[in-house]
């Protein structure tokens, strides 16, 4: 499993500099880009019991950095197709992204049911 980026900032000794998206290595790692590697490491993943109202606040300051960071759709797929089970990845919470698998798994047997039967090819 990957490790989040927000999660690799609290261990990292040297914050990497952000890449220009321009510039981008298409064989680096999306997270090297990631802007929560030098950014707010605790605003990602709540904190045991954290009241309603401090966990909304920090979800939306966790989702504004988010919104300027080059790799939020690469960061959004991985956290879907793991899935993350926690934390605040590409701009969603665990509950938003729940729901957006909820509707592709929802999509994906719409698509199947309305596909064409298999046609059986003539034997020989
Ligand atoms: S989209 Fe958000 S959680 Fe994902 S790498 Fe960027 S800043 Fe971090």
Known sequence: MLHPPHQSLQVAAVPQQRVPVRNRDQDAPWHTEAVCRRDEAGLFFAPSK????????????????CARCPVLVECREHALLQPEPYGVWGGLTAAERRVVLARRRRREVELQKSAPAPTVAAAG
């Open 50 to 65: 954290e009241p309603t109202a401090a966990r909304l606040s920090r979800e939306e300051a966790a989702k504004r950095v």
